[in-house]
């Protein structure tokens, strides 16, 4: 028999629709197995949520938050989207494709925050599709507050009498993260319709909104799936601060009630040199994936959460018999910037 709180998941959900929403997005994304890479390391049983397929200009995580980041810009009668990220930002990229897709027009930021690149790095990957896409683009160097950059080039842009929406950086707000507790919605009709539960999910975490949107949903849905986020930036203890504190917004977002801080784990244990710089641990999880179940990971988040997934197997964390969910959050069109590198990891990693 249903216990009470599946009974209120199906009556209720999360009732999105209280909230502005474009639809940009293929979903469900599939879930499938990974048998052979489970295979090659023991156990336990892999499994992997394909949010690298939601379809927006090759897809990936940031397509579900703009749903909602478009629908409020909709709303407010914007004309253009506005952005920042990395130089090779998946985020930007899926925001210059939403903003093609309503009719709007999209001006962006990139930051050098990568040091040590290719040449092509600023051409092609990401920044490629951007261009065809028709976003306008402007450098700034390293280590400025982004947001604020973007937020001051938003307010030029309205005195100089368009309209434009600010979007943070990776989408990543209460807006956006409604997108991501809308896949644990996803993730729990999943579940319960294919009779399969899972012991953890992993994923990296950058901007948070991906891993504060699951556990802000599954919480509001009383549904107990563990969320471990793969830093691919900061260190531990920021990490886990940022993700609490915009879990609380969004858990506040939908009428919820708070979470404790110590619902919140992450593991900065595969970060390497930094964001954007692959560790031998990144190409590892690259070639395996690849290898092993013709999936492609990037190199700057999906394939750094992979490692993590890959290394606390091997630690023992989880038993042989736990069902694992990983959440391919996309990218692998920054690949392309990492040629070079990708190439001569080949014979170094012994896959
Ligand atoms: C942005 C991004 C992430 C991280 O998601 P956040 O919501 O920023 O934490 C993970 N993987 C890929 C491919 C991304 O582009």
């Known amino acids: 028999m249903a216990d009470t709180a599946t009974l209120d998941r199906q009556t209720t959900g999360l009732s999105l ?34 949010d690298d397929c939601t379809g927006l200009a ?18 407010a009668g914007a004309d253009m989207l ?5 130089v090779q930002s998946n985020h930007v990229r899926q925001t210059a494709a939403a903003a093609c897709k309503v009719g709007m027009k999209c001006h962006v930021l990139l930051e050098r ?18 261009t065809l896409l028709g976003a306008t683009h402007e450098f700034r160097p390293a280590g400025l507050d ?35 507790a809308s896949c644990a919605q996803e993730i729990v009709a999943h579940c319960e319709n294919a009779g399969q539960l899972f012991d953890w999910l992993v994923m990296a975490t950058g901007s948070t909104g991906t891993q504060a949107g699951l556990v802000a949903g ?89 490692a993590g997934l890959i290394g606390i197997v091997r630690q023992g964390f989880f038993k042989p018999t736990d069902k694992v969910l990983f959440l391919h959050t996309g990218g692998a069109t920054a690949l392309f910037a990492y040629e070079d590198q990708l190439i001569q990891s080949i014979d170094s990693t012994n896959v």
Do not use: W
Request: proline residues 8%; contains cysteine; negative net charge.
């Open 17 to 50: 629709d209280r909230f502005p929403r474009t639809p940009l997005c293929h979903q469900p994304t599939p879930v499938e197995e990974m048998p052979r890479l489970s295979k090659l390391l023991g156990g336990p049983q892999l499994f992997i949520k394909r």
């Open 58 to 75: 090759t897809g990936g995580n940031k397509t579900r938050k703009l749903e909602f980041l478009v629908g409020e810009a909709l709303k």
């Open 82 to 86: 506005v952005t920042q990220g990395a």
């Open 113 to 130: 925050r990568v040091p040590g690149v290719d040449a092509s790095y600023e051409q092609t990957g990401n920044v490629l599709l951007d």
């Open 146 to 180: 982004m947001n604020a950059e973007a937020e001051a080039v938003t307010e030029t842009l309205r005195a100089d009498g368009h309209a434009p929406y600010f979007i943070p950086g990776g989408g990543s707000n209460a807006t956006g993260a409604l997108g991501y």
């Open 218 to 306: 599954f919480k509001a849905l009383s549904y107990d799936l563990p969320v471990m986020g793969v830093s691919v930036r900061q260190p531990h203890d920021r990490q886990v601060a940022a993700v609490h504190g915009l879990t609380l917004k969004t858990l506040e977002k939908l009428g919820a009630d708070p979470i404790e801080v110590s619902a919140i784990h992450v593991d900065d244990g595969y970060v390497g040199e930094g964001y954007g710089i692959p560790a031998p641990s990144t190409y590892e999880a690259i070639h395996l994936t690849a290898r092993q179940e013709g999936i492609l990971l990037d190199p700057v988040y999906s394939a750094k959460g992979m």
